[in-house]
């Protein structure tokens, strides 16, 4: 099978989808991999390192594309990457197609098989290829939080922790998945009042176990979120429904709720987001400012964080990207329930309800294409 690896061209992602172990591992059995020249250099692994793990680099990327079978990305295709897809191409790749209509449009047109690292689904149900990335955004959520309350960045200037004598600053969190247990350990360590809302019952009950004490749990419905508006210094959205658009939690109208300077984060932006007056920023210019309150919408956060980022993905995508180069993409497919719901869409037509209904694209079965 030939593998290719192109580098990354959205705004500021660092992150390179193969690492030079996965490159040898994947020569060793017999598989060829191309990889764009400067692909690593995002995270510091050099053209020469690739080399000796026994890739072929390649100048340009439309070369990667033509050489490649199955490309590898982290980010999904951007408008100058869709005259290279072909139908017979695997992409396996973060795509996130129910926030765009327009990748969604590209990719019918394209017919390429689309496997999405964000919808493969480990046994147990949870989402192994994105839980890592969550860990990181979580995180950095907070420092990004911490940094633009801060008035030289047109925040309310509180410092989030407060001191003695000092209230902390109160941190609201819109989801308890991933995403939120990350942020609201990075609060509540940093010292921040925190409160992080759910509509999973189970899963505020293990978030009140495990949380210290300056974390609250609440279950989330509309009207929490309206009351609880006014005291919040930051807002994180971090809900996701899998497959799906985020819902709307927090409406252009709320806004008027919250107090000037604070600071919402929307991390959530990468499936539409569920803050009404959000859009997608990027890394250059991360913030924008809505009724007094600055947005953060960079939907790549973890390709700020190469160093750990690039390893943290390629540790969790490497056996599938094995396994899928070894056995063929159908079979590796028909062998693991989990990394074919991955599959979002081939030959033109969707297998997700949530993508293909609200776009009024055609709507597959992933069992008829695999038979
Ligand atoms: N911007 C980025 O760079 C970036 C990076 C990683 C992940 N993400 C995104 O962050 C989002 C969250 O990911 P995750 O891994 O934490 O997901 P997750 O599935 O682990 O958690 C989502 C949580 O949202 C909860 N939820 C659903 N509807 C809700 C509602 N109405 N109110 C409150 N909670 C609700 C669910 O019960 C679940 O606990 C996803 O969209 C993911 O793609 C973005």
């Known amino acids: 099978m030939n593998i290719g690896v192109p580098r990354e061209v959205k705004n500021n992602e660092?992150?390179?989808?193969?690492?030079?172990?996965?490159?040898?591992?994947?020569?060793?059995?017999?598989?060829?991999?191309?990889?764009?020249?400067?692909?690593?250099?995002?995270?510091?692994?050099?053209?020469?390192?690739?080399?000796?793990?026994?890739?072929?680099l390649l100048p340009a990327a439309r070369e990667v594309w033509v050489a490649s079978d199955i490309i590898c990305k982290v980010k999904e295709p951007q408008p100058e990457e869709f005259p290279f897809i072909r139908p017979d191409h695997t992409l396996f790749t973060y795509f996130h197609f129910a926030a765009s209509r327009a990748l969604s449009d590209a990719m019918q047109e394209a017919r390429a098989a689309c496997l999405a690292y964000e919808t493969v689904e480990a046994p147990d149900g949870t989402l192994p290829l994105l839980t890592p990335m969550s860990e990181i955004a979580g995180k950095m959520a907070m420092q990004e939080a911490a940094k633009y309350l801060e008035k030289p960045q047109g925040g309310r200037g509180i410092l989030l922790g407060g001191i003695p004598g000092v209230p902390a600053a109160h941190v609201v969190i819109l989801g308890g998945g991933v995403v939120g247990i990350n942020a609201a350990k990075i609060a509540a360590g940093m010292g921040a009042n925190v409160t992080i809302m759910d509509i999973?019952?189970?899963?505020?009950?293990?978030?009140?176990?495990?949380?210290?004490?300056?974390?609250?749990?609440?279950?989330?419905?509309?009207?929490?979120?309206?009351?609880?508006?006014?005291?919040?210094?930051?807002?994180?959205?971090?809900?996701?429904?899998?497959?799906?658009?985020?819902?709307?939690?927090?409406?252009?109208?709320?806004?008027?709720?919250?107090?000037?300077g604070s600071v919402i984060v929307d991390v959530a932006v990468d499936q539409g987001g569920c803050i009404e007056t959000m859009h997608p920023t990027t890394h250059a210019v991360p913030v924008f400012t809505v009724d007094e309150v600055i947005h953060y919408g960079v939907a790549n956060?973890?390709?700020?964080?190469?160093?750990?980022?690039?390893?943290?993905?390629?540790?969790?995508?490497?056996?599938?990207?094995?396994?899928?180069?070894?056995?063929?993409?159908?079979?590796?497919?028909?062998?693991?329930?989990?990394?074919?719901?991955?599959?979002?869409?081939?030959?033109g037509q969707f297998f997700l309800a949530e993508v293909a209904q609200p776009f009024g694209l055609p709507l597959g079965k992933v069992e008829e294409w695999l038979s």
């Open 14 to 56: 660092n992150r390179v989808a193969v690492v030079p172990s996965g490159v040898e591992t994947l020569t060793k059995a017999g598989h060829a991999v191309f990889v764009e020249v400067g692909a690593g250099l995002g995270t510091s692994l050099t053209d020469d390192a690739y080399a000796a793990a026994g890739a072929t």
């Open 200 to 260: 999973n019952l189970e899963r505020l009950r293990y978030l009140d176990d495990v949380l210290p004490a300056n974390v609250t749990t609440y279950f989330s419905n509309p009207l929490h979120i309206r009351e609880i508006l006014p005291s919040a210094d930051v807002v994180i959205g971090a809900v996701l429904i899998k497959g799906a658009r985020a819902p709307i939690l927090v409406s252009q109208a709320d806004l008027k709720r919250m107090k000037p």
């Open 301 to 347: 956060i973890p390709g700020a964080v190469p160093a750990t980022s690039t390893y943290a993905l390629t540790n969790a995508t490497f056996p599938y990207l094995l396994a899928l180069a070894n056995k063929g993409v159908k079979r590796a497919l028909r062998e693991d329930a989990g990394l074919a719901k991955g599959l979002n869409a081939a030959d």
